[in-house]
């Protein structure tokens, strides 16, 4: 644990001796969870803050905590801590999985937290954290009186469905199982669409889920990363208390763009001089983030439909090509000569590209995403359509919003079950060629774009709740 001195002095940190706040944020790991973090930090930090930023290691990797130093290696009001979690006995743990044991870890180790902030107040004045850690966290922040907010990375929807669940639980008869759980004033969410561990009351997840559902309601703020046009229902209900009473302030920050340099486009420069000689709206781009399974048969059936579609087509396969051990190569998973009868239309990449600018670019005319809430959001910034193909997780839960913005569709029956789930070709090739082909589909999604562009400019409803939750950083 490093406890920079300079950090520590406590004394007034303006000419005028006013103090200025300083943030600390404790983000979670995976880049799914980080990416959101860095947006978050690089905006504020045009703002008067000042911001230091505590990984918790191991919960961040080494390679990923790398990433915060090389970005904000410029900003000389952000510094990075470390914070070590305590080693943990995994042989008591007999079975458990790297998650469990994580979790496990930091509620050991969570005191330690506690003395790194001691060490570096009076300057912190407040915390941001990820939600997984909120449970932990806001007692500590309580305990010392400094603010704690929610840095929440998926969307409104999911936000009301967290803090409303415990409520839904308490509501439920005892033995009853999880149904669909109707959150007021936002919408019904189905059984189908929860995430898959909310149905065993047993699970980690669930509990951490739970805790972290009610805890929120004790923090001073949630910031999210959408904005009012996307999700007016969800934050209006969330606002005003009908999800939950009491909640605190809801800041609707995004969305969140990324930062120069933020993570080394290995595939950028050739796949943006592939789409820079497509025409316009022509090309299909596929993604799925950057963890979420698909079998190799249904990567073949994939490939089958973006042939049979006779669109162009950039599809990022990196991290699709699951199983985790499997090392085929993409070759030998497309199948024999997949590769060269597409030659010239399409481009297969295992590399990350640089998405947001992928997005972004004339030539492509549809997103086919997992819709994790960060591909959602980007594409809702370059007001591209959206097809829908939730995997897991919240995804369920986004393709709800991508249908209500108007940003696309959401092929429900697709649905995946975890097993030998399998849509055929046939149909992904159809609904390609007819949403590739729908001018209508085109015109909805643009009109989200100029809402994300409105919101974010200066007066736009992003801009003002980023500046209500500088004010309120303010009232120290
Ligand atoms: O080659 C690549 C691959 C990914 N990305 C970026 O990586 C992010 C991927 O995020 P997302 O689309 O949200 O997918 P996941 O990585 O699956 O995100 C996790 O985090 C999300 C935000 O909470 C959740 O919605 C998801 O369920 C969870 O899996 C996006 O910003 C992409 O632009 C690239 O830029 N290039």
Redesign the pocket.
Known sequence: MATPAALSSGEPNDAAGRTRPHVMFVPSA????L??FFRFIGALSSHDVDISIVTVLPTVSAAEAEHFDGLFKDFPTIRRIDFHLLPLDASAFPGADPFVLRWEALRRSVHLLGPLIAGIIPRVTAIVTDVTMVSHVNPIAKEIDIQCHVL????AT?MSLLTYFPIYLDKKEAQADIGDVDIPGVRRIARTSLPQPLLDLNKLFTKQFIENGREIAKTDGILI?TFDALEPVALAALRDGTVVPGLPPVFAVGHLS?LAG??K?E?EDTALAWLRQQPAHSVVYV??????AVSHEQIREIAKGLEASGCRFLW?L??TVVDRDDVAGVRDVLGDGFLERVHGRGMV?K??????E??KHPAVGLFL??????????AAAAGLPLLAWP?????RV?ATVVVSSGLGVWMEHWSWDGEDWLVSGEEIGEIVKEMMADAAVRERAAKVGDEATKAVAVGGTSHKSMLDFVAKLNTI
């Not at 995403?369 to 980007?378: D, L, P, Q």
């Not at 995997?391 to 995804?395: I, L, P, V, W």
């Open positions: 995976g880049m799914g969870h990416l959101p929440f990375i998926s969307c999911m990363n990324s933020e993570m486009a595939a993604a799925f983030g950057n963890r979420s990022v990196k991290t990449t590399a990350w590209v640089n998405q947001e992928v997005l995403s997992h819709s994790g809430w960060n591909s959602v959001t980007e995997r897991g997780g919240d995804h986004a």
